[in-house]
């Protein structure tokens, strides 16, 4: 199932556009012969040129999402730093 799709649409040194997406798909947690196993999710990335998908399990997608919540987070405040000096 597709959770999430992010698409950025830029141009090249030519003028042209091209589009890139990260796009998040889940498969539920389920019984395999009787025992739990972990859901799936795929972080699945597109250009124009093709497409990957990294399978991830549930742990390792929250530690991939902690990570870009501290660095985007620390960019922001970056970013708000340089806006302040800015204004001074």
């Known amino acids: ?39 799936l999710i795929t972080l699945r990335l597109t250009n124009t040129i093709g497409s990957i998908g990294f399978k991830l399990s549930p742990a390792e997608a929250l530690q991939l999402s902690m990570s870009l919540t501290s660095l985007a987070r620390e960019q922001m405040q970056s970013k708000r730093s340089l806006w302040q000096s800015f204004e001074e």
């Open 1 to 39: 199932m597709i959770d999430e799709e992010i698409t950025h649409w830029y141009k090249d040194e030519k003028g042209e556009m091209h589009r890139t997406s990260v796009r998040l798909e889940s498969a539920p947690p389920q019984l395999v012969k009787g025992y739990p196993r972990d859901g």
